[in-house]
């Protein structure tokens, strides 16, 4: 806009160059622009009459002006605009995780695992994308648009009406598209997390996979899953830019009508606003709205697929709970008597896994757990620390349901070992400590003591500094369990659930780890669950569960007396005494 006029004064149309009358101005705010305007007019006339140098330099400043102020304000807005995005993207993935840690165990399955990373991972970065092209349409575009608009509205309103026609069909034709990309977007979204199962289950079982000689099959599958991903998302893309060369064809489409249209205005010579340098500006300026225009139809796209991930992410974070705090806890001391199941039932789905399941462990006694594989064990030791809760009965931690208790409080008076021992890839000594942080050297030392954890740590490379790797790979079964059982004994504990702490390891490591474990169970309550029944021959109370009913209990030599289950399970594996 200062351009043109001025290079039409300047090389057209010096004959005009005579007429220049000062403005008066008459009050009132429409008047205001007119007179700006038209001053504005006098102003680079008389310059060009006086000094058509200084007309010309003047035009040169101010255009450097408008676009290093231009340029200034862009860089502004793009400078607040790099925080504001990763700012959106950190928070949204601080809910994910967060939820994530809460959300109960059943969440957690090794499926949901990989689907769950892409959701973090894509779903998150699409809608940092939409987001940048979102605070771009906001800061900018309408601003944009709007001024451009008045001023064609002000020229001419009969083309600008015109064009205005046109637009709709446009916007018709962009919505269509975008449709029809929300719903392969969905679909590329969820093959992602297909993708990332599959990448996350063949990097945790390469072991077995080459044991087996299954690459090729692996490798097959995984193959097929990445192609479909491939082709999807393809599709994707394809619909994707597809608006942009069709919104160019549009755009220029509709400027022909313009021009061809406004052109016949000025020929036929019945439009009084609208002068031959004015259409050319006029023009210049409709081309140049289309941008914008084009800018918001792509943030349309970009929105339609970043709703997809929103979806996908609300799902999680909408996820219910099921496993909720009461609103004032009861506070849970050093347990003083027992811990009592009364006639809990339990199911994962439909199916009853545990049913009226009643017993009471006196405060310091060892109580254990024996049954066949499948019989509910595991999940009766994932009742008491709240990991599901109970569908019937209840669970009392002396006269405390423990659902009137908060789940922190409840859980610092439990320790576990279970047979996978969980270590994570840092030193020894943050294993042990880990979530009793403000442990001392000394208690550290004690505890890797107690479980038989101290000669073997000293011997490894740098002694409790000593990364273990990723889930403590540079370790054997048994040091691993006795690095868990020396984070228990650190915790100390007055509740420990044993979950077949002992059964993944071989006769010599395991004789270390029980007596460990005996040591850990020492004046503590607890409930063990083993599968080799040698290990709790001398526990208080033995309940042998059956189907998810408590079918016997008694003592080792009581049990054994009866000639029940127990009796058959023990002559399964050869232990009579
Ligand atoms: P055990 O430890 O005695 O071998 P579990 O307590 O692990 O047995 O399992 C008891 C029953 O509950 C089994 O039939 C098992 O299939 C089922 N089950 C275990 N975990 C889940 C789960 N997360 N979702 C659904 N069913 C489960
Ligand atoms: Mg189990």
Request: glycine letters at 6%; aromatic letters at 10%; a neutral charge.
């Amino acid at each position: 806009m200062l351009f043109i006029p001025f290079l039409q004064m300047l090389f057209l149309n010096q004959d005009k160059v005579e007429k220049a009358v000062k403005p008066v101005y008459e009050g009132g705010f429409v008047r205001f622009f007119e007179y700006a305007a038209d001053y504005y007019e006098y102003f680079r006339i008389s310059l060009t009459a006086e000094n058509p140098k200084k007309a010309l330099l003047f035009v040169c400043v101010s255009v450097l002006i408008a676009f290093l102020l231009k340029n200034i304000f862009r860089y502004l807005v793009i400078w607040y605009q790099s925080y504001m995005r990763m700012a959106v993207v950190r928070d949204l993935r601080n809910k994910l995780f967060e939820k994530a840690m809460v959300l109960p165990l059943s969440f957690h399955s090794e499926e949901r695992k990989g689907d769950f990373m892409s959701r973090m991972n894509s779903d998150v970065g699409e809608i940092e994308v939409a987001l940048v092209s979102v605070i771009e349409l906001v800061y900018r575009e309408p601003l944009t648009i709007l001024i451009q608009v008045s001023i064609m509205l002000y020229w001419s309103p009969q083309l600008t009406l015109f064009a205005f026609v046109l637009l709709p069909i446009s916007a018709f034709i962009i919505s269509r598209i975008g449709k029809s990309l929300k719903l392969t977007a969905r679909e590329g979204q969820h093959q992602m997390g297909v993708l990332n199962s599959s990448i996350e289950e063949g990097l945790g079982a390469v072991r077995i996979i080459k044991a087996f000689n299954a690459v090729p099959q692996v490798l097959a599958a995984f193959k097929k899953i990445n192609l479909r991903h491939q082709q999807l998302i393809t599709r994707t893309f394809r619909k994707k830019d597809l608006s942009s060369p069709l919104n160019e064809v549009i755009g220029t489409v509709i400027l022909l009508c313009i021009v061809w249209y406004g052109g016949s205005l000025i020929l036929d010579k019945d439009h009084s606003l609208l002068t031959g340098d004015k259409f050319l500006t006029y023009i210049i300026m409709f081309s140049q709205l289309m941008r914008p225009i084009q800018n918001i139809s792509n943030s349309i796209g970009y929105i339609q697929k970043a709703k997809v991930s929103l979806e996908r992410i609300d799902a999680i974070i909408e996820t219910d709970e099921k496993i909720f705090e009461v609103e004032n806890p009861i506070k849970l001391g050093e347990l003083a008597q027992e811990i009592k199941f009364d006639n809990v039932s339990f199911k994962y789905k439909e199916e009853f896994v545990l049913k009226n399941i009643s017993f009471t462990i006196p405060q310091g006694k060892t109580y254990a757990l024996v049954g066949e594989s499948g019989s509910g064990k595991s999940t009766i030791s994932d009742l008491l620390p709240r990991f599901y809760d109970v569908n019937e009965g209840a669970i009392y931690y002396d006269s405390v349901n423990i659902k009137e208790a908060s789940l922190v409080d409840l859980r610092s008076h439990i320790g576990i070992v279970s047979q996978e021992s969980i270590l994570f890839n840092d030193t020894v000594r943050n294993n042990i400590a880990f979530g009793t942080e403000q442990a001392t050297e000394e208690e550290i030392i004690a505890a890797a003591k107690i479980a038989n954890a101290h000669e073997f740590i000293l011997n490894l490379e740098n002694g409790y500094d000593t990364n273990i790797g990723e889930r403590g790979s540079k370790l054997s079964g048994g040091q691993k369990q006795r690095m868990s059982i020396a984070r228990a004994v650190l915790k100390n504990p007055s509740i420990m659930i044993l979950d077949e702490a002992t059964s993944a390891l071989d006769t010599e490591s395991e004789k270390l780890v029980q007596d460990a474990l005996e040591k850990l169970m020492k004046d503590r309550t607890s409930l063990v669950i083993a599968h080799r029944l040698s290990t709790i021959r001398n526990a208080d109370q033995i309940m042998v569960l059956s189907k998810g009913e408590i079918k016997e209990m008694g003592t080792h030599q009581e049990l054994l007396d009866k000639q029940g289950l127990y009796y058959n399970l023990c002559s399964m594996q050869g232990i009579f005494a």
